[in-house]
Structure formats: structure tokens, C-alpha cells
């Protein structure tokens, strides 16, 4: 499964290389050359562990990712929790941090070209005043009350999932079948669509979560997707209704400095775009772990455990998004505790998988723990001024969805090994490709009465 960016591009990571040039090599002092490349994920090999094999070479190693862009990779959580805070030290906006982006007199390619073209333009990744201005309307659009608001539209479309997981053969793919389209629906609803742009807004929108499109394939559905989104504000703002059009726009007009139309389309498209593929990760991540360790499966259905436990567990055990390319160092940055220094303009990527997998941090951090004390201590949904606006709302699908699946199909097991569910091959999204499941007949423990992990 690819990742795809605002920029319309997808992003498949290549398969992985992470190798060390000299079996033994010390970490790379900043400016010098990488002893390390992080192309995506190995087959067979998790980005978690491609996290623990970096953390030997010290908390921010300097590594190569694709297209030969060279970046401190950040593992240790405590330095990623302190870099995402510093809002004025650490820059997503390339235009205006990454020597020689803005004026061309730097190629960027591939998927590093494809995350950082947006520069400037939607919340994600512009800096400072820019970003507080471009955020400000998500923030205000994606309250607490909108999740509270949506929820019983959230649990029909879920029942819809069930019934049409129901409905089809014992064996299913839960990513198309049922993760898929949760989130995507849910978007739909979030956004208000009126019944005329709804057919129009799916064909396009279908496209954009093609993941085996070519990039001027992504590029055309982009361009559908936006001319939809376009028409949509138009309407809103003739006529507004309740929903996040509507609310986006208010707050958009009730800014000192209003967003144009385009702005607003760009974040619109922003939030369709990281609101989904995390999501559906995210719901696959959960049901995968929980699957897979049928003892601490039965606390949660008992109630012993809470659900949202096992859910914070998941997300800091597997991330959906293992990082979210790129910052940079405004200027020199220093960090006092692990002594790593960061010169202006250096390329940093918060591996986001790593920080949830801090042995500073999490004791035994490579077991799935629902009981775990520290299972909230992630960074899975970001830090600082870049904080997830859409968390509350994901939290809400992931429960929901989870919790309705295991109500459903409670004797649901995976029909593979677990071994042999294939991982998607990218350092930036962070899930499985397929999760086959028998969906009802007796579960392997119960059968041989074992009720083990
Ligand atoms: C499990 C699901 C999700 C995960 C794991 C996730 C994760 C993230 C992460 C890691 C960031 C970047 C934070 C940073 O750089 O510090 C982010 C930003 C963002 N997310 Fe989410 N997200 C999820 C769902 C959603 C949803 C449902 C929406 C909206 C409907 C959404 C909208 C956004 C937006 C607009 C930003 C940019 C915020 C900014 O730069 O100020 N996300 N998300």
C-alpha cells in the first residue's frame, strides 16, 4: 500500500535499506557522511525494528532516505517530543527552511519531493503565524462537539461495514472490506456532502485511495477531487449548513487575515487526505494486535481492560503513521541532554515508530500490552503546534469500529500465520497490506482450550 500526499503524489517506499556502510560504524556527527539509508520497510522486517537498529548509532543518527536526501532521524522520544515542541526552532515549511527548495537550486525527488511540495500552503507544512492562520479553522472545525455530533453517523456507518462483512464469504480481507471504509465514509459525512456532489466527490475520491495509481494518475484524481471540493465551499458558503464546510469557512471569515477559496480547498483536501489512510491503519493495527493475543482480546471483551486502553497501546506499539516527512532546523539547535546538534537548515525526521518504541521509556517495548502503564506515552498522533486535530475524531472511529468487530464476529481469527501478514513497505505508513480473517467458526484456543497469547 502506498501513502499518498497532498501533492497528489504517491508514495510507495521503495524496499527498505537500512544498512550500515561499516558493520560497526559510530554514529554520524552531523555534516558528515551517512553511514545509514532508510529507503522503507524490509519484507519480513518492521519499521519498529528498523527504529531499534538505528537507536544504536544514538538518538538522532544521520541517515539517507530516498532520492539521496540526507536527515537526522530522531528515535529517542524524549529528543522528538522536545524538537516537535519547539514551534519556533523546528520548521515544516521547506520554503522557508530547506536551503535552496524554494529558489530550485535543490532537485528534491520521489517521496521527499512529494511531501514537502505543499510548503507553505496547507497547516501541515508551513510555520509559524502561517500555520497558526491555515490550522485555525481545522482546529475550530473538528471540535469535540462535531465528534459528539457525528458519533451515532460514525456507529451506522460501522453497522453498514458489519452488515456488508456479514454478508460476503467466511474469509475476508478486513482492509477493503471493513477498515477501508470506515474513515472514508466518515470524511463523506464530515464534510457534508450534498446528494449531487456525493457521486462526483466518490469517483474522484476513489482514485485517491488507488494505491497501485500511477503518480499522474494521483495527480488527475487530485485535480477531480479539488474542482469537487471547490464547488463544495461555493455551496457552503451560499448556503451554510452544520457541518465542517460550514464551520471551516465561519472560522476562515472570522480570521484577522480570512483564507481564499483556495486556501480553504487546500486545507479541506488536507484533512481527506491525513484523516483516511492513518485511520484505516489504525483500525487494522488494532484488530491485528488484538487478534493475535487472544487472552488480552478476552480482558477487553470482558470489560476488565477497557477498549481505549488497548487502543493507546496500539497506536504507541505500531503507529499509523511511522513518521510524517520533514522539519528543519531553523538555526543551530543544540539539545543540552544528549548533547545532539542540529545546524540551520538540517533536514530531521521524527520516526514517530521508534519514540513509541523507547526502551528509555517502555519496559519490554516490543510487547503488546494492553495492561501496559506507559501505553499512553506515544507520540502517535504528533506533538506541539502540528498536534493531530483529527485525534479526538480517530479515536472515536477506532473504538467504535473495534469494538463493534469483536461484538460481531467474536470468534473471528486470523486465517493466515501471523508471521506471513505483510507489512506496508514504507517508513511513513505503518500497516499491513491485507489481514485475511476467518470471520466466524470456533477460535484455534478455544478448540484446544488454551487461552494463551
Ligand atoms: C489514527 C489516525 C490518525 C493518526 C495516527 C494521525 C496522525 C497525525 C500526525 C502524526 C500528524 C503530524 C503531527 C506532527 O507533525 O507533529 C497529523 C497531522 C494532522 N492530522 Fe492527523 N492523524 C490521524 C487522523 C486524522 C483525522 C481523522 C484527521 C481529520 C479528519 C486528521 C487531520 C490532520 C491534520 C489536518 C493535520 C495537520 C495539523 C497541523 O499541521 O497543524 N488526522 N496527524
Known sequence: MSVIHPSGAAITAEPTDLVPAEPAAPPSPAGSGCPLR??????????????????????????????????????SHRLAQS?????????????????GFADGTRQVEGVIAAWTATASRNALNSYGENHRRLRAPIAAALTKRRVEAMTPDIEAIVEEALDHLAGGPDVADLVPGFALRIPHQVIVRLLGMPADLMAPFYAAAAG???????????????????????????????????????DLIRAADEADDP?????????????????????VHAIGNLLVHLLTHPAQRDLVVRGEVPLEDALEESLRLQPPAASVPLRFAVRDLTDAES??????GEEILILLSAAGTDPAVHDQPDVFDVRRPT???????GHGEHFCPG???????????????????????LATAPEELTLTESFISNGHQAIPVQLRGRRRDEVSGRGGE
Open 391 to 413: 485525534a479526538v475524531l480517530a479515536r472515536r472511529e477506532i473504538a467504535i469500529a473495534a469494538a463493534r468487530f469483536l461484538n460481531h464476529f467474536p470468534s473471528a481469527r
Open 208 to 246: 485517491l485511495f488507488d494505491t497501485s495509481a500511477t503518480a499522474e494518475e494521483m495527480a488527475a484524481s487530485m485535480e477531480r477531487v479539488a474542482l469537487v471540493l471547490e464547488q463544495l465551499v461555493a455551496l457552503r458558503r451560499a448556503s451554510p449548513a452544520d457541518d465542517l464546510v460550514s
Open 83 to 99: 524538537l516537535s515542541a519547539d514551534s519556533e526552532g523546528v520548521s515544516r515549511d521547506a520554503n522557508l527552511h530547506w536551503p
Open 375 to 381: 501505553a499512553r506515552r506515544h507520540l502517535a498522533f
Open 339 to 344: 548533547g545532539e546538534s542540529f545546524h540551520q
Open 259 to 279: 483564507l481564499t477559496d483556495a486556501e480553504l480547498r487546500d486545507q479541506l483536501m488536507l484533512v481527506i487526505i491525513a484523516g483516511t489512510e492513518t485511520t
Open 38 to 75: 532508510l529507503h522503507g520497510s524490509t519484507p519480513g522486517r518492521s519499521i519498529t525494528a528498523e527504529g531499534h537498529l538505528l537507536r544504536q548509532y544514538g538518538d538522532a543518527p544521520a541517515v539517507e532516505l530516498p532520492g539521496g536526501v540526507r536527515a537526522r532521524v530522531v528515535v
